[in-house]
C-alpha cells in the first residue's frame, strides 16, 4: 500500500502563487507517474498535471501556461507550482501516484488539500 502525503494548500488573493508537495509514503514502488488532479464544489474531479517517469508532461486546459509541475523520481516527490492563481483554482488538489504492481497499473490518491483563492 502506498501513502501519498500532500502539503502546501491555503489561502492566497488572486494573482497570487502556491506550490503543493507530495510524497510517496514507499520507496520501494515503481511508480510510472505522479500528478495533481483537482476536484471544486458540484464539479467532477479534472486533471491539473501528470509527468511519467521519462518526463512527459501533461497539463489541463485551464491550468496550462500559470502551474508547473516538478517531480523527483529518486525520492518519490511530486511539487505543483501554481502562479497567476485565479478564483475558479479554487479546489480541494489531490496527489496521484500510478504504480506498477503485480497485478498491473494501480492508482493511489492522497487525502485532498484545500487551495482557496479569494478575490
Known amino acids: 500500500q502506498v501513502q501519498l502525503v500532500e502539503s502546501g494548500g491555503g489561502l492566497v488573493q488572486a494573482g497570487g502563487s502556491l506550490r503543493l508537495s507530495c510524497t510517496a509514503s514507499d520507496s520501494g514502488v515503481s511508480i510510472e507517474a505522479m500528478g495533481w488532479y483537482r476536484q471544486a464544489p458540484g464539479k467532477e474531479r479534472e486533471l491539473v498535471t501528470l509527468?511519467?517517469?521519462?518526463?512527459?508532461?501533461k497539463y489541463g486546459d485551464s491550468v496550462q501556461g500559470r502551474f508547473t509541475v516538478f517531480r523527483d523520481v529518486a525520492a518519490n516527490t511530486v511539487s505543483l507550482q501554481m502562479d497567476s492563481l485565479k478564483v475558479e483554482d479554487t479546489a480541494v488538489y489531490y496527489c496521484?501516484?500510478?504504480?506498477?504492481?503485480?497485478?498491473?497499473?494501480?492508482?493511489?490518491w492522497g487525502q485532498g488539500t484545500q487551495v482557496t483563492v479569494s478575490s
Open positions: 496521484l501516484a500510478d504504480v506498477d504492481t503485480d497485478v498491473g497499473l494501480r492508482h493511489f
Open positions: 509527468t511519467t517517469t521519462n518526463g512527459y508532461k
